[in-house]
Structures are given as C-alpha cells and as structure tokens.
C-alpha cells in the first residue's frame, strides 16, 4: 500500500512537469485523441471529403490570386504544389491552434469531475488533426504525380519538420488553451491570428520575396521556418531553407512551450475553480 | 497496525466571492486596470469592496482506515463537495494536507467525458479510461458492464438516442467496475429509478464488503448512508461537526435540521451571490397529517435581477423526494427582485396527506444568474392523527411518504361476512357523492361508524 502514497498540499512557485504521471495517463491521451477524430468525421456525410476539399479550394484561390493576378516568382515550380506544401503544415497549425486552445474550456465537465494530468487535454486537441493533415498528404502526392514533380528521398525528411509543427501548434495551444479558461475573449482572439496568419505567413508566396535585411525577423513568425521546410522537402534543392532564420523559427517555438508549459502549470491548480 | 490510508490534517479551502467573475475577459481586465489607474490621478479613494473570502472547508483532519466506508453528510455548501474534490486531486486546498496511500479514483458525476454522438461500446471504453482504467482492464470488463447497464442491444447505437434511463445505467456500470483501493463517491445515486439505485447501492455495497475497498461516500439520501457507512463524517459551514456512529450522526444532522427551522425567527441562509433567505418556517409544526400546514418564507435579494420560478421541495428523511410546491406566479411571468426588498411568501398546504414523520425540505430557485437545488434548508415533523378504524396504525416505516385516504374498498372472492368494509365518520361518508355509483352486485356492504 506504501508503494502509491500521494501527498495533496498546495503547491507553490513553479511546477515541474510530472512526466512519470503523464507517462501513465498515456492511453488517456489517445483515447481522447481517438474520440475527437471520431466526433469529427461522424454524422458529417462529406467529413473526409470535406478535409480534402478545403486545401484544394484554397490552393485554387492562392494560386490565382499570388501567381496570376500577383505574378509572384516561384523558382519555376509549378505553383499549385508550391502553395498546397505550405497549406499542409499551415492548416495543421490552424486547426490545431483552434481546437487546442477551445480544448480546456470545451472539457470543462471532466475538468470539475476528474483528475487526470491537465495537459493531455491540449495535447490530444492538436494531435487529432493528424487525420485531416494524411488525407491532404496523400492529395499532395496524387497532385505531384499529375505535376511530374519528382518524389525524392528528401520527403523523408518531412516528418522531421512536421515535429516541428507539430511543438509549435501545441505550445500556441498550452498558452490559449489556458488564457482562455481565465479570459473567454481568447476565442475571439484564435481565428482573427489564423486568418492574418495565412497571409503572414509564406503561404501563398515563398519567402524569399521577404528582402534579405528583413529575413531573420521575419523567421520570429515560427510558420515561416515550418513552411520553408515542408517545401525544401517537397519541391527540392532550390528551396532551401534559410537556416539561421530556421534556428530562430525553432528557438521561438522552444521559448513559447517552455513558458507556455509554466504558465498551463501554474494556472492549472485554478482550472477547476474557475472554469 | 498500519497507517490509515486516507489522513487529512487541517485542510482548508477558500473561494474568492463576488470579484471573481467580475474581471472574465482581458477587455474587463484591462477596464479595471484603466479605472484604478485613473481613481490614483484623480486622488479618488478606493471604493470598490475589498475581495471577500469564504472558506468552503476549514481545519479539516480526519482519518480513514483501509476497508472502511465513510459516510459524509452536512447541508447543501456545507463543503462536501470541495472536500471530495480536494481528496481527489481536483481542486487545490488552501491549507493543510492529505496523505493517500492508494489508488483513488472518484465518481462525482456519472457519465463523465460521455460524448453523445459515440456509441455505448465507444463511450464505455472513453469513460472507463477517463476514470482511470487501462485499455485492457476495460476490455476483460467490458461484458460484465453492458450486462450490468442492461444495453446489451444498444450497445453500438450512439448514446444521443439512449433514454435517460439507459445513458445513466451504462453510466454508473462503468464506474461501478472500476477497482481502485479508494473510491470517492458524490450523490450519483440520486439519478436513475429505484430499482436501479438499489443495484447500485448493491453494487457499492459488494465492493465494500467483498473486496474490502476504502469508500466515501456523500449523499442526501439517509437510507444509503445507513445501508453502506460504518462512520459517517459530519459537516457543517465548512467544519466537521461531528465524526462516528452512522445513526448518532444522521440523528444530530436531522436534529439541527430541524432546530433551524423552529429555532429564532431570522436566519441567514444565502442563495447563491443574490439572495439570503431569512425565514423559512412552517406552522404548526408539528402538523398532523390531513390538517393544513402553513409556510412562510421571507427572502432578501441582494441585487436586482428576476425570478423565473420558486419551488419548495420536500424530502422523506431519507431522501426520497415527496412532493413539490410551485410559487411560480401565474402565465410564466417571472418576478422582479429589487435589492434590499425583502419578498415574503405566506401559504397554506392544503390537509397534507403525509405520514407521520420527519421531512427535510429545500428550495429551488431560478433565477437571472443560476437555477439550483438547495437541500436541507429547513424541515418539519408530521404527527399522526388519531386512528378512527379501530386497527393499530401499520409502522410508519411500511406505509411509505403518502397516507393515501380511502373511500371505498371492494375484495372480492371472499365469504360474504368476510368481505372488506368502509369505515369512516358520518360526516366524511355523508361528503361521499359516489356511494349510489357503487354496482348493486358487488356485495359489500357499507357500514357507517361513528
């Protein structure tokens, strides 16, 4: 009986992660992985259609609008694929930026009636848009294959970057998902950043449109290191990163989880009576 | 010996009243931030109230030993909850500590992370890991508790299209499977009908004693208290009032139940932020069943808002609910409160049918702000009235709340001399319009007494 002894006072200053308790909710967390991708898809007779449908509508949009109407260069790729690359890890973040930071407020049943390390919560919200992000992938490939754009053995570097985007929705996601248990504007804020966003960030252009002074700021936006990334793996060697600025991308994200792991910590003692 | 498995020392809990919701958006924060800045330049004293504090628990210690099932009874805010929430790591207390040694699970509402559009074999297995059960344990379970919930044909239809009654059976069912050394359970009997609660409260109790778990256990319902609690914990305004034997603690609680509500005129009984309850009496008490019972309540709004409905509810003294008296005013007009004007409401319940006994009896309110149930504010006793029959009145315990008045009764297949017969008095007989209804071949006889 001694092996299990937890001792509830209360706690002050900053909180460790507890990696051992969230390693023992791990089933937790795809359970509920597993029930926001089944939610999402059921009872939505178009549900995978219409995650397909989204990407390639919006790459139809970009694409007039950046490469006919703008006349933006594009190293000689063929512009749908150039614009549908960085769609792919953009609206990941998108999404995952949205449902993670309505995640906390949307489980507030579960957060007043049972304990279970908080952070599985935002955790599992961005990681059930991984079935929106495969069902774009696999049009992006059928769509290079239409474009005789050579696969490469660079692709297998996409996971990688998709790491990447992956820590920067998720430490977006701890600080909204826990600003908006305290201050509801937050849902106001959520969509309005995703649609500036989208033009912010290299979606519909590369980002060497970017003068080269402005680079290494620009790269603050963590999106810009992600995309430029995903299209290196894509469209090869003429788009490689700019690696410093890709440093700068990284360094953002890591700050932004770091504090983000602390603020969620230490607002998450007050969860359950707030919310 | 060894150490208990559940020790609290001193626990407290505070909430900050009032000022909480007031700041609920950045916008309102910075608002106030604005304003504040502004009373400095303008020299202004602070007016705005300072926080208010109310401690929901305080200087809490208590200790449970493995195997034992603690009962935890007290008032609506007596801090029952909060304790619960504290044991199971929900909430944080303020002060003081808890040391538990086991695996602790808690059940303070069933049915917790269903999702309405997933299926019952869905729901069972996300709300099982929710509770804290492995993937495999549910699996080895899962027959066992569609069994249990009695939705075996159900089980792959989404529980949206559930009645009540199954989604809180297939509810409790996975919680009722659950095996931890601790279990913390919140009023989750209150909901399902009776045949069910009694499965349940079978269920809690085989855990108890077959397996030797650790429960606590709050509940309105005394009888539940009774059946399962050796010891039951007694809370009053945030303090434990009393710890011990199940019956001398249930007795104490009925009795201050009770003393509240012959006890001094004025009382202070707050609902929610913006009301207080000042009075709440009922006369005679006193009152002997088929007489009238007058009740007077007198409430103090302490801001303006609206009210949609007023209900008192009366309660057997185990929890069973009996009956409910609407205030409502007539074609849903709700009423406005205005503060600091105190609203009172005199009644008569007309010859109350109850048998003879102690009722507990609540309010429920609806209001602008939050509709709530709030238990235990007040009670009164009904006195039997004298048996005209002849017959030693049954137990009061076998005639359940309802003394139901009879007119007439007709048994037949018996020898004639054997056959039922009315009694009643002269006068009640003679108000009886019916009595040439009565089919001429039925053969009972009516006999007037009295």
Request: proline share 5%.
């Amino acid at each position: 009986m001694a092996e299990y002894e937890r001792i509830i006072r209360p706690r002050k200053g900053i909180i460790a992660i507890d990696f051992e308790e969230l390693w023992r909710y791990r089933e937790l967390f795809l359970f509920l992985t597993w029930r926001d991708i089944l939610v999402r898809y059921k009872q939505t007779y178009i549900g995978v259609a219409w995650a397909a449908l989204q990407p390639l509508l919006m790459m139809v949009i970009f694409t007039a609008i950046f490469s006919f109407v703008g006349k933006f260069p594009s190293h000689g790729a063929p512009y749908p694929i150039l614009v549908f690359a960085a769609l792919l890890p953009w609206q990941f973040f998108a999404n995952a930026m949205t449902e993670s930071s309505q995640s906390l407020v949307a489980s507030e049943r579960m957060i007043t009636k049972v304990y279970f390390p908080r952070l599985i919560i935002p955790a599992s919200a961005v990681m059930s848009g991984i079935v929106d992000l495969i069902i774009s992938a696999l049009i992006l490939l059928a769509l290079m294959w239409g474009f005789d754009v050579p696969f490469t053995s660079r692709m297998f570097m996409l996971p990688v970057f998709f790491i990447v985007a992956f820590l920067a929705a998720f430490s977006v996601g701890l600080w909204f998902s826990a600003l908006n248990v305290r201050y509801r504007d937050v849902k106001y804020i959520v969509p309005f950043i995703v649609r500036m966003g989208m033009y912010v960030s290299p979606v519909g252009f590369i980002s060497e449109v970017v003068p080269e002074k402005y680079r290494f700021y620009y790269n603050l936006n963590p999106m810009v290191g992600v995309i430029d990334g995903f299209r290196w793996c894509i469209l090869g060697e003429r788009f490689e990163p700019y690696w410093a600025g890709f440093l700068v991308s990284v360094l953002v994200i890591l700050i932004l989880l770091v504090t983000g792991a602390i603020y969620f910590r230490s607002m998450e003692r007050t969860f359950a009576d707030v919310i | 010996m060894s150490s208990p498995i559940i020790s609290a020392r001193g626990l407290g809990k505070r909430y900050r009243l009032g000022q909480t919701l007031a700041h609920d958006t950045l916008r309102d924060h910075i608002t106030a931030i604005i304003k504040s800045a502004g009373r400095i330049f303008s020299g202004k004293r602070n007016d705005e109230k300072p926080d208010e504090y109310i401690w929901a628990l305080k200087d809490v210690s208590f200790d449970v030993e493995a195997g034992e099932v603690i009962g935890i009874i007290g008032r609506n805010g007596a801090g029952k909850s909060t304790l619960l929430k504290i044991l199971s790591q929900i909430t944080e207390p303020t002060e003081g500590e808890a040391r538990v040694r086991g695996r602790l699970a808690s059940l303070l509402e069933v049915g917790t992370g269903f999702h309405q559009e997933l299926t019952g074999r869905e729901n069972i297995f996300l709300n099982g890991a929710i509770l804290g059960m492995s993937k495999a344990e549910i699996k080895k379970k899962f027959d066992e508790i569609v069994a249990f919930a009695e939705v075996e044909k159900f089980i792959d239809t989404p529980v949206k299209r559930y009645s009540s009654g199954m989604y809180v059976r297939l509810a409790f069912a996975v919680a009722a499977h659950l095996e931890p050394e601790i279990l913390v359970v919140d009023e989750v009997l209150a909901v399902g009908d009776a045949a069910f609660q009694n499965k349940c409260l079978g269920k809690m109790q085989e855990v108890s004693r077959g397996k030797g778990r650790t429960i606590l256990f709050v509940s309105h319902n005394m009888s539940a208290i009774q059946m399962l609690c050796g010891k039951v914990i007694y809370l009053s305004q945030g303090r434990i009032k009393g710890i011990g034997a199940v019956d001398e603690q249930v007795a104490a609680y009925l009795k201050d139940l009770k003393g509240d509500s012959e006890g001094g005129d004025v009382m202070n009984y707050p609902l929610g932020n913006q009301f207080k309850l000042t009075t709440f009496k009922f006369s005679p008490n006193p009152v002997t069943t088929g007489d009238n019972l007058n009740f007077q309540i007198k409430i103090l709004p302490e801001c303006d808002t609206s009210i949609f409905d007023l209900q008192i509810l009366i309660y057997s003294v185990y929890g069973v609910r009996v009956g409910i008296i609407d205030l409502r005013l007539p074609n849903g007009k709700s009423y406005q409160a205005q503060k600091n004007k105190p609203i009172e409401i005199n009644g008569k319940i007309k010859s109350i049918p109850l048998v003879e006994g102690d009722y507990r009896v609540g309010l429920y309110l609806y209001c602008k702000e939050f509709y709530r149930d709030f238990h235990d504010i007040s009670a009164f006793s009904v006195s039997a009235r004298k048996s005209n029959t002849g017959n030693i009145p049954t137990k009061p315990i076998y005639r359940g709340c309802w003394s139901l008045p009879l007119l007439q009764g007709i048994l037949q297949g018996l020898p004639r001399y054997f056959r039922i017969q009315r009694f009643c008095t002269k006068e009640q007989y003679g108000k009886y319009p019916h009595q040439t209804d009565l089919p001429r071949d039925c053969g009972v006889r009516q006999r007037i007494r009295g």
